[in-house]
């Protein structure tokens, strides 16, 4: 299949629409990273999704809007926090989770009985769905276990060939998905931390509580409550171990280690000025926010010049820190070495 890079001029933007309202499938950008859309309303343009990226039949989309009035043909029911969430969060990189209505195919939800929806604030993001007049199913525009794409050339990678056309936008704002909360059930739970921290969900909905598995591993026989958690995600293919403490034991224990791999290609992930001898030095950011903006484009970046050992520095500095964290912890696979410097 060819796959035409089209721009976000209104001749675009149609067109882009009419290839989704037809079944077929376009990657466009938002605020979170890049999205992977269909028609939600159509089962077999779902199913493309799926292939495209080789994602696990078991893991279910987000169904994204361009107006809060669209919701309510989507989902069963509303409770008053869930409405408090919305009007707070949305739009923005933010996702809610709700009891689904029949006009929504088993294929976006990998037959749950909840549907996750979101509004992106992005405005071509929003002039797309408005264009395409259904809502459009949208996973990352990655291909699966990849990191997710956060440049329209990470998505041209990824997906030439694969699918029918790719807007570029430039780059996203935010880095990280969405946040994604369930308020299906009485007490909503933080499943994916994002760029809407826990702190300001809990200044709308102080119930509201975190999911323990947003920084562990799940146990071989354990379900979880979003099914996305299961699989190994945001992983570049060198092997990142995650150093996190003060900045001066941070540098430490990487100089440390660094000189124990001579020979092999490493590669360090900075949210300092700390410098390293003999490694690949990607600088991330100084605030949890430019290292959550820059971190999945350093993971590709890794990648592309042949870095086989990455140690990613973190120091918790921000609200988007527990968002940084769970990426981090996952690109890491686990490996996370905690410092300190009065340790
Ligand atoms: P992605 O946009 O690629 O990050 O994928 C969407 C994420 O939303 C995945 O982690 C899914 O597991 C999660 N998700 C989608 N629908 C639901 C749902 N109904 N309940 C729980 N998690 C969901
Ligand atoms: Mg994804």
Not at 62 to 69: P, W
Not at 81 to 97: D, E, N, Q, V
């Amino acid at each position: 299949m060819e796959t035409r890079i089209l721009g976000t001029d209104d001749n675009s933007i149609k067109e882009a629409g009419e290839i989704i309202a037809r079944g077929g499938l376009i990657a466009f950008p938002t605020e979170t990273v890049y999205g992977l859309g269909g028609n939600a309303f159509n089962g077999d343009s779902v199913k493309k999704i799926y292939t495209a990226k080789g994602r696990p039949s078991d893991n279910p989309l987000i169904v994204h809007i361009a107006d809060i009035s669209e919701l309510d043909a989507l989902v069963r029911e509303i409770s008053d926090k869930a409405s408090a969430l919305i009007h707070a969060f949305m739009p923005g990189p933010f996702t809610i989770i709700l009891k689904k209505s029949d006009k929504i195919p088993e294929e976006v939800t990998a037959g749950m009985d909840t549907v996750a929806v979101r509004f992106p604030e992005n405005a071509v993001a929003q002039r797309l769905i408005k264009s395409a007049g259904v809502p459009v199913a949208a996973p990352s525009a990655n291909l699966s276990g990849k990191p997710s794409p956060t440049k329209a050339k990470h998505v041209i990678t990824d997906m030439t060939g694969r699918i029918d056309a790719i807007i570029d936008g430039g780059d996203s704002d935010v880095g990280v998905e969405s946040t994604i909360v369930d308020a299906s059930r009485d007490i909503p739970v933080l499943l994916r931390p994002g760029g809407i921290t826990y702190e300001m969900i809990c200044d709308v909905v102080p119930e509201t509580v975190i999911d323990p598995h947003i920084l562990e591993s799940l146990k071989a026989d354990e379900k979880p409550l979003c099914p996305g958690m299961k699989y190994k995600h945001y992983a570049p293919d060198a092997e990142v171990t995650v150093i996190e403490g003060d900045m001066a034991a941070v540098k430490a224990e990487i100089d440390k280690r660094l000189k124990e791999h001579s020979g092999r290609i490493c590669g360090v992930l900075t949210m300092s000025e700390n410098c390293y001898d003999s490694a690949v030095i990607l600088h991330g950011g100084m605030t949890n926010k430019e290292y959550a903006k820059n971190l999945f484009a350093c993971l590709r970046k890794f990648d592309e010049l042949g870095v086989e050992i990455v140690y990613a520095e973190f120091e918790n500095r921000d609200g988007y820190g527990l968002a940084i964290r769970n990426r981090l912890y996952k690109a890491a696979s686990q490996r996370i070495i905690h410092v300190n410097t009065e340790e």
